[in-house]
């Protein structure tokens, strides 16, 4: 940035950045002054990897849930298993543009993962492991979104995004929860 004589603050010179953006194409969206690319990556690998989870957890539980109230519950998880869906695609091609390779290994994606799969169980033992696993995503999140603060508004507004998804998520087990509780084991 620079200052003219009133200081007022202007972006950088224009000619600058041209010249800037013509050096290391091989970087594609990565500029020069980009914070740690490797963190970042690492990072995004971790949230990856928790949606990736979540999507198989949402899956299980839509075709394992029994009882009165499974239909409905059932197509619950399923719309989640997509929205889950959604948020993995949209980590792993912010991954590929900041120059690194998702990881889909299935191999360690339970180390790499911040929620659990789950053991499924009861209705209710589903809807409580589920409500944990978005109350985890949603702290975890948060403290990613911190850290990408200024530093990448592009991957900080693509987490905002997920969060208040997982927030909603979160409010519809809770529902469920409080719904479902005094009533016989679904």
């Known amino acids: ?8 603050y202007f972006l950088r010179d224009v000619q600058a950045l041209r010249a800037q ?6 970087d594609g969206a990565v500029t ?5 690319v490797a ?5 995004l690998q971790s949230v ?9 957890r949402y899956t299980m539980n839509s075709i394992s849930v029994s009882g009165l109230s499974s239909k409905s519950v059932a197509a619950e998880f399923q719309e ?12 792993a091609e912010r991954i590929d ?8 290994n299935p191999q360690d994606l339970a180390s790499r993962s911040a929620t659990e799969y789950g053991d499924g169980g009861t209705l209710i033992d589903m809807v409580k492991q589920n409500l944990v696993a978005e109350r985890i995503a949603v702290e975890h999140y948060r403290d990613i979104i911190a850290y990408f603060a200024d530093r990448d508004p592009s991957t ?15 409010t519809d087990m809770h529902d469920l929860l409080i719904a479902h509780e005094g009533q016989p084991p679904l």
């Open 21 to 26: 953006a013509k050096k290391s194409l091989e």
């Open 97 to 104: 543009q900041l120059g690194g390779d998702p990881d889909f």
């Open 156 to 170: 900080r507004l693509m987490l905002e995004q997920i969060l208040a998804e997982e927030e909603e998520h979160a």
């Open 39 to 43: 963190r970042s990556i690492e990072l």
């Open 48 to 56: 990856l990897a928790t949606e990736i989870v979540c999507v198989l």
């Open 32 to 36: 020069s002054d980009y914070p740690d």
């Open 1 to 8: 940035m620079s200052k003219d004589a009133d200081n007022n």
């Open 80 to 91: 989640h298993a997509e929205d889950e869906r959604k948020h993995m695609m949209m980590v």
